[in-house]
């Protein structure tokens, strides 16, 4: 368990835009950062992350919190593990005791297969540095790759002895559970056999974007045929490959920092890169680069240079990648090696300076590269070139904007020798099929300028209490320490005529207990359990500390509790417009109008009050044997009583 002194170290410390800005590249956007969304594919920033309240929302998903909320629904951490990935960050030392048995027993299976995980990369590592075999054959290898010392312990790199369960019968020894063993692949089981799957391999863990770890890539050293070179983990609870990208934890801040991103295919294309000094770059594994890949690059930037070979049908066959980045509305470049080079053998024998001049001068546009390597192969034959030119077309149809896809068109009509307008026709041809394809059924093309009716939507019917008590929670959580001078409205008789007024009287406190006493006074009730347990607890807070912090308060609730609030401070953020100032536009700010705020909202909750009130006495009426002429009085008073209140509230009474 860890000490309640270092969660509350932890939570002063941390900086929610610091902690986020490690997943997602955000941008200032007046007090705030904005973002692309890591839980939705989107291509406009809905994400929001507020340095002053030390919260995040996301408006794609729904989800809020702060940064250990944001660590436990990003990362799938346990609370305990994102507040010791914070401390981590921070250099804050945890003081933890002991957890007992029960404790362990009821660790759920993710949690058990990343401490597997954990457990084997110590053991691949020690076993690298530590065994006669890991350092003759596995250091050795590294060495030869041209790896340092500190390079190998940068990427944890590791060695699996060349015995058929080696790893496993210490791992079992140790305590760990054969079914987890089983389940991250680190062992095959085969009834009462037992066998580790990474026998006689070198190691390359697989970092999740924080650092966790989720798999292994194991190249096997000896010449055996039968086995593949490289080998990786089977897909499990924590382990997708089309959902991870090599290297990410280690390039991340720099991938953002740079605003560009290098994809290359193999492990030792990553470590050599950075070895080297170039720290933005990852790795698909060998595998096929899939959307989910692509969109977690474009969290960090928008910027996508590929890497490839010298080898001419490797190419061929890679570029078909180019179009799965382009539908994902990312920039792509493409950058080769000279024939028989690659992005490992390239930047080790190049310098820093030289191995950053080539890419900057070879780097091309894909449509660029594109034509020219296939225009190579079309080598003059008419009929080879019309497939080049619509191959790209085909390429450039991926683009989501529209503006992009222009300029794209007329870049490939300068370099094919053809007219724009049979590029434009093409792209119109390959568009219309693909949306047929899409629907199974042809869709009448809408021609330029064209008024479509559109379908009448259902208004949504607004719960006015709901919105209310919202505010008052939301009031309470910015303001509620805060001192004001409250004009309070005393209902009297009027001496002279006889009728109900309400006479203005004005005096100082602070807001939460003008709203408790308010609330009192009328015995009004939250109707919205969440709200009404909320309103409570904050009340108590108010009540006992001088120094009421929203970023505190938040912290000490439980998650759902705390994506609530998160989504009642940050709802204004989602219309917020900046640079009013440059623009010579003044608003008045809420914070500066507070006691208004306050007392319209209890004024407009009163009124809609009395508005059930009078809907509730109208169905009493139905009723044969209700006294009519009471009801009637009642109903009278309470619409004399809202008369007055809307006329404090500027209202006109329906």
Known sequence: MISQNSIAQVFETARVEEVIG??????????????????????????VVSPVKQIWKDFSSGKGGNAVTFLMEHEHFTYPEAIKYLAKKYNIEI????????????????????????????????????????????LSYFKERGFTEETIKKFQLGYSLDEWQAFTDDALGKGYNINFLEQTGLTIVKGEKRFDRFKGRVMFPIHSMSGRILGFGGRILTNDKKAAKYLNSPESEIYYKSKILYGLYHAKQSIAKEDN????????????????????????????????????????????TVLFDGDAAGIRASIRGIDLILEQGVNVKICTFPDGEDPDSFSKSNT???????????????IQFKASLLVKEANNDPIKKAETIREIVNSISKIPDQIKREIYI?????????????????????????????????KQEQKA????????????????????????????????????????????????????????????????????????????????????????????????????STKNFINQLDQDSASTVT??????????????????????????????????????????????????????TLNENADKRAIIEDVKDYVGLKMLLSRKLGKVVG
């Not at 208004?596 to 809907?615: E, F, G, M, N, Y």
């Open 95 to 138: 003081e933890e005791t002991e957890r007992t048995d029960e404790e362990k027993a009821h660790a759920d299976t993710r949690e058990s297969l990343y401490l597997v995980s954990e457990y084997a990369n110590t053991y691949f590592q020690k076993t690298l540095h530590n065994t006669n075999q890991g350092k003759a054959i596995g």
């Open 22 to 47: 490690d997943f997602v590249q955000l941008k200032k956007a007046g007090t705030n950062f904005k973002g692309l969304s890591p839980f939705s594919d989107e291509r406009s920033p809905s994400f």
């Open 352 to 366: 820093l300076e030289e191995l950053t001049e080539y890419l900057n001068s070879n780097a091309k546009d894909f």
């Open 261 to 304: 991103c290098y994809l290359v295919e193999g492990y030792t294309d990553v470590i050599q890169f950075h070895q080297t000094g170039i720290t933005n770059v990852v790795s698909s594994s060998g595998t096929a680069l899939s959307p989910d890949q692509i969109r977690l690059i474009n969290r960090l930037t928008n910027n996508i």
């Open 410 to 442: 007329q870049e490939c009509a300068r370099i094919m020798d053809i007219s724009e307008n049979v590029l434009f026709t093409t792209l119109a041809q390959i568009n219309k099929k693909e949306s047929q394809d899409a629907s199974k059924a042809p």
């Open 567 to 620: 989504s009642i401070l940050m709802e204004d953020e989602r219309y917020n417009l900046h640079d009013w100032e440059r623009n010579q536009i003044t608003p008045k700010e809420k914070k500066d109008s507070v006691s208004q705020l306050v007392s319209q909202t209890i004024l407009s909750l009163r009124c809609h009050l009395i508005d059930q009130k009078v809907a509730d006495y109208k169905n009493e």
């Open 449 to 548: 300028f064209q008024v479509v009716k559109n379908e009448p939507q259902a208004k949504r019917k607004i719960d006015i209490q709901y919105e209310l008590e919202r505010k008052i929670i939301e009031i309470l959580m910015l303001y509620g320490d805060k001192t004001e001078q409250f004009e309070d409205l005393i209902l009297k008789e009027d001496e002279a005529s006889g009728e109900l007024i309400l006479e203005p009287t004005k005096h100082e406190t602070r807001v939460f207990e003008k709203i408790y006493l308010d609330l009192q006074e009328d015995e009004m009730q939250f109707s919205n359990p969440q709200f009404k347990a909320l309103y409570y607890s904050i009340i108590d807070k108010l009540n006992q500390d001088q120094n009421f």
